[in-house]
């Protein structure tokens, strides 16, 4: 199959890493100092672990919202509805991008209906805390799948248009890979990276890359993304 459209997400994931830390940057400061403790294991195996499990809960989101957009392509006129999903996503890619440049809040309020299901998910999370092994941490980063982000809403958004449970997974497996390394750094070298990651000309940079795959994906609306997303959409 080919992977140019995993690609393209997971170069989203990677360049939108700037929201990651900034929307998480919480979450992984107060890890970081859970691990911090005189004569503590090494902190990466934890860290990796909130992540593995973090991204399975995105690869498992995924799969359900593939499953979700392949019912509606079981209707009659396909192409109309799959054109309108692919737009949809696409919006979402150029209103993600404004927003990690700083110039708009438009997915602020998607974040705030995110945060409706994120107030009964929280509690559970507390069973967790202090992970003091992979086996807490693992579960913990489960849960922490679920945070509000708009970012990952962005890529559910396209994950729709996939038209199959295996690849809107695949989508999410993808996108949440690209998101691993930000995550990584900032548990491992949080202030240092947090500091990088908020620069004003780095947000502007990603956030303008992640605008051109949100504009370059609607002009190409009319062959569903051509080469970019090849892999990913569900061509009729």
Not at 13 to 21: A, E, I, P, Q
Not at 142 to 152: K, S
């Amino acid at each position: 199959m080919p992977e140019t459209g995993y690609l393209a997400v997971f170069l989203i994931g990677l360049l939108g890493g700037t929201h990651c830390v900034s929307m998480c940057g919480g979450i992984v400061g107060a890890l970081s100092m859970q691990v911090q403790v005189p004569g503590s294991r090494p902190q990466w195996p934890l860290h990796l672990a909130y992540n593995l499990g973090r991204i399975g809960t995105y690869t498992l989101l995924g799969a359900g919202v593939g499953l979700l957009g392949s019912v509606g392509l079981l209707y009659e006129g396909m192409l109309p509805v799959q054109m309108t999903l692919y737009v949809l996503a696409n919006l979402m890619l150029v209103a993600l991008g404004l927003y990690l440049t700083g110039f708009t809040r438009l997915l602020a309020p998607i974040e705030r209906v995110g945060h409706l299901l994120w107030r009964r998910i929280q509690p559970a999370t507390r069973r967790f805390l202090p992970a003091r092994s992979v086996g807490q941490a693992l579960p913990l980063g489960m849960l922490w799948g679920f945070i509000p982000c708009g970012l990952t809403y962005s890529i559910l958004a396209t994950a729709l248009v996939t038209g199959s449970g295996a690849r809107g997974a695949g989508l999410m497996l993808a996108f949440g890979l690209g998101t691993l390394p930000n995550l990584l750094l900032a548990g491992m070298l949080f202030k240092r990276f947090r500091d990088i990651t908020r620069h004003p000309r780095v947000r502007l940079a990603s956030g303008l890359l992640v605008l051109g795959f949100g504009l370059f994906g609607l002009y190409h609306a009319p062959s569903l993304g051509g080469d970019l997303w090849r892999g990913v959409v569900c061509v009729t």
